[in-house]
C-alpha cells in the first residue's frame, strides 16, 4: 500500500484546519436519495477537492456523530457524518465560528439565516427566502458534512454510502474509451498553443457522453464531436442532434 493510500485511509483525530475557507451548501432531498450542491465553483468540481473528501471519509470509515452547539442560552444539536475517528467534540468551535461569520469564506454558509428560521423566525428576513433549500454542509477541507435538521442526519449517512458504491462500480467501457478520447483532444489543445482552464470531468446527457470544459469564451458540457470541431478560439459551437431515422 503506498503512502499516498495509508494516509487517505488513517482516520482523522484532529481538524485539518479550525478556520475553513471551503464549506459547500447543500440539499438532502425528501426522500434522501440526493444530495445536491446549492453552489459549485471550480474548486469543489474541476480540481475534485469535494471527491476527493468524500474518499477519505469512504476509506476510514462512514461514521455519524452528535454534538450540542452552544447558541445564545440554549443548545442546538447537530448531526454530523465524517470518518472513523473524526473528533466531532472540537469542531463544535468551527460550527459556532461559522454561525458568527467568523471566517472568511470563498461562499457564505448563510447558517445563522437557517437557525433564525428554525429557531427564531421573527428574526428571519423575507430577502434571505433565497436558500430555502440549503438544509445541510459539506466542509470539504475538515472531511465533514453536518445538518441540524434529524430527518437529514438520518439520511446523510445512507445517502453517501449509496455514493460509494455507485463509484465503486466499474465504468461502462464507452465511458472509458470517451476518457481516453477526450484526453487526445487535450493533447491536441495543449499542442496548438490553445489556452483554456480546465476540461475534464464527464457526464452521461441523453446517454451522451459529455466532458466539462472550461476557457476563457466558453465553458459547459460538450460532446467529442463538438470538442474536436473547437477552433480554440471563440465559443465551442454547438452540433445539433440528427433526428432519428435522418
Not at 448531526?79 to 463544535?92: H, I, Q, S
Not at 466499474?170 to 470517451?178: A, R, Y
Not at 489543445?189 to 476540461?199: A, E, H, K, P, Y
Request: net charge negative; aromatic share 12%.
Amino acid at each position: 500500500m503506498s503512502h499516498e493510500m495509508r494516509e487517505i485511509g488513517k482516520a482523522r483525530h484532529e481538524l485539518a484546519t479550525k478556520t475553513p475557507k471551503y464549506i459547500q451548501r447543500c440539499e438532502l432531498s425528501e426522500d434522501g436519495e440526493s444530495l445536491i450542491y446549492d453552489y459549485m465553483g471550480s474548486t469543489e468540481f474541476e480540481i475534485g477537492d469535494q471527491a476527493k473528501s468524500l474518499n477519505r471519509i469512504f476509506a476510514s470509515g462512514i461514521t455519524e456523530y452528535t454534538v450540542n452547539v452552544p447558541y445564545g442560552e440554549d443548545n442546538i444539536i447537530f448531526g454530523l457524518v465524517a470518518g472513523k475517528g473524526f473528533p466531532a467534540e472540537k469542531y463544535v468551535e468551527v460550527i459556532k465560528g461559522l454561525i458568527d461569520r467568523s471566517f472568511y469564506l470563498k461562499e457564505p454558509t448563510y447558517l445563522d439565516h437557517a437557525i433564525d428560521k428554525n429557531f427564531n423566525p421573527s428574526a428571519f428576513k423575507i430577502q434571505d427566502e433565497f436558500l430555502p433549500h440549503t438544509n445541510a454542509w459539506f466542509d470539504f477541507t475538515n472531511d465533514v458534512l453536518f445538518t441540524m435538521d434529524a430527518d437529514v442526519a438520518a439520511n446523510l449517512k445512507p445517502r453517501l454510502e449509496q455514493i460509494k458504491i455507485k463509484w465503486e462500480t466499474p465504468e461502462p467501457k464507452h465511458i472509458k474509451m470517451f476518457k481516453k478520447e477526450t484526453q487526445k483532444v487535450e493533447q491536441a489543445l495543449i499542442d496548438r498553443g490553445v489556452s483554456f482552464i480546465f476540461l475534464g470531468n464527464y457526464a452521461d446527457i441523453d446517454g451522451v457522453p459529455h466532458a466539462w470544459l472550461n476557457s476563457t469564451e466558453s465553458y459547459g458540457w460538450f460532446t467529442l464531436e463538438e470538442l474536436r470541431a473547437w477552433s480554440g478560439k471563440g465559443e465551442v459551437k454547438r452540433i445539433e442532434k440528427r433526428k432519428s431515422g435522418s
